[in-house]
């Protein structure tokens, strides 16, 4: 078994099918499949079901797929090794944000970072904390923001620690209040973010623990478009105290919820035991001293 063979088989997984997937590989269409059908047959067993142009995992692909996905992220962790060893002074980090609050956290980050290690190519990819989780686990993210807590497969380190506000129209009638109760909004339409958001499942739980499920006026990932549709009475959104600070819209009013009071804790994290290239030693490094930690609350480790 190759490590070639691997590389097809996941490209095609993740492209959808043979044509997408020999453009990413930097092969001819013939090759990608070649190397796919060289994989069924040492196996013995169909890993694909090819329907006209497209391409499902049969169980046993399904098995594969999720092995050659670690086997790859351990030699991608090898070639680093190698790398470092050959003294290479240049070096890939790749890291993963969520839209929110990103660019309050890390944008001094980044000018830090790089005018101390400007051979260094940084590759940047945004996308809820759910699916950063992932690409993380499965070695093609460095580092990636997420929302505590997080499972045992990974590291981390806190960022920053935030009470999450909510957001209603200046004239709606509970803004009227100095704080709120979840039980208080049992009858209010909600705006809640987009698929894969952490936010969206501490909202619903800490409604759960109040007695009710949301009513669901609409969902989205953009901060600015959720915030608008609050101003014209939508429904009610939550933001992190420090965004809604950011943001400030005259057609609407923060006001702090409690009982039960929600956070967002957010942290960096890393892959449990996986191999860190000087680049990502410097980017932690980076985030543990002085010159980034801005008005964070105190670092942790886990």
């Not at 944000?97 to 001094?108: D, K, W």
């Not at 993210?141 to 957001?167: N, T």
């Not at 005259?250 to 409690?258: D, N, Q, R, S, Y």
């Not at 490094?285 to 010159?291: G, I, T």
């Given at each position: 078994?190759?490590?070639?063979?691997?590389?097809?088989?996941?490209?095609?997984?993740?492209?959808?099918?043979?044509?997408?997937?020999?453009?990413?590989?930097?092969?001819?269409?013939?090759?990608?499949?070649?190397?796919?059908?060289?994989?069924?047959?040492?196996?013995?067993?169909?890993?694909?079901?090819?329907?006209?142009?497209?391409?499902?995992?049969?169980?046993?692909?399904?098995?594969?797929?999720?092995?050659?996905?670690?086997?790859?992220a351990e030699g991608d962790d090898l070639k680093a090794?190698?790398?470092?060893?050959?003294?290479?002074?240049?070096?890939?980090?790749?890291?993963?944000?969520?839209?929110?609050?990103?660019?309050?956290?890390?944008?001094?980050?980044?000018?830090?970072?790089?005018?101390?290690?400007?051979?260094?190519?940084?590759?940047?990819?945004?996308?809820?904390?759910?699916?950063?989780?992932?690409?993380?686990?499965?070695?093609?993210?460095?580092?990636?923001?997420?929302?505590?807590?997080?499972?045992?497969?990974?590291?981390?380190?806190?960022?920053?620690?935030?009470?999450?506000?909510?957001?209603?129209?200046?004239?709606?009638?509970?803004?009227?209040?100095?704080?709120?109760?979840?039980?208080?909004?049992?009858?209010?339409?909600?705006?809640?973010?987009?698929?894969?958001?952490?936010?969206?499942?501490?909202?619903?739980?800490?409604?759960?623990?109040?007695?009710?499920?949301?009513?669901?006026?609409?969902?989205?990932?953009?901060?600015?478009?959720?915030?608008?549709?609050?101003?014209?009475?939508?429904?009610?959104?939550?933001?992190?105290?420090?965004?809604?600070?950011?943001?400030?819209?005259?057609?609407?009013?923060?006001?702090?919820?409690?009982?039960?009071?929600?956070?967002?804790?957010?942290?960096?994290?890393w892959r449990q035991g996986g191999y860190l290239s000087?680049?990502?030693?410097?980017?932690?490094?980076?985030?543990?001293?002085?010159?980034?930690?801005?008005?964070?609350?105190?670092?942790?480790?886990?």
């Amino acid at each position: 078994m190759e490590i070639r063979t691997l590389r097809a088989f996941v490209e095609v997984v993740r492209q959808g099918g043979f044509t997408q997937a020999a453009k990413t590989v930097f092969a001819t269409q013939s090759t990608v499949s070649k190397a796919v059908k060289q994989l069924e047959e040492e196996l013995g067993l169909q890993l694909l079901d090819r329907v006209g142009h497209h391409c499902a995992l049969t169980d046993a692909g399904a098995v594969v797929y999720r092995r050659a996905l670690i086997i790859l992220a351990e030699g991608d962790d090898l070639k680093a090794e190698i790398q470092e060893l050959r003294g290479l002074t240049s070096g890939t980090l790749r890291l993963g944000f969520p839209p929110i609050g990103s660019n309050t956290l890390f944008a001094r980050w980044f000018v830090a970072y790089l005018s101390r290690y400007p051979g260094v190519d940084l590759k940047l990819v945004e996308y809820g904390s759910k699916r950063l989780e992932e690409l993380v686990l499965n070695g093609e993210l460095d580092f990636a923001a997420s929302l505590l807590p997080v499972s045992e497969h990974f590291e981390w380190q806190e960022l920053r620690r935030e009470p999450i506000d909510i957001l209603l129209a200046v004239d709606h009638p509970l803004a009227q209040s100095d704080t709120l109760t979840f039980a208080e909004l049992a009858e209010v339409p909600f705006v809640l973010y987009g698929e894969g958001f952490a936010l969206n499942p501490m909202i619903i739980e800490a409604c759960r623990q109040s007695g009710f499920t949301p009513k669901v006026a609409a969902y989205s990932s953009q901060i600015d478009f959720i915030i608008e549709l609050v101003a014209v009475k939508l429904g009610v959104c939550f933001l992190p105290r420090m965004i809604a600070q950011q943001r400030p819209h005259p057609l609407t009013k923060c006001v702090a919820i409690e009982q039960p009071a929600i956070y967002w804790h957010m942290a960096l994290i890393w892959r449990q035991g996986g191999y860190l290239s000087p680049a990502a030693q410097a980017w932690l490094e980076l985030a543990r001293s002085q010159e980034v930690a801005g008005n964070r609350t105190q670092l942790c480790a886990g």
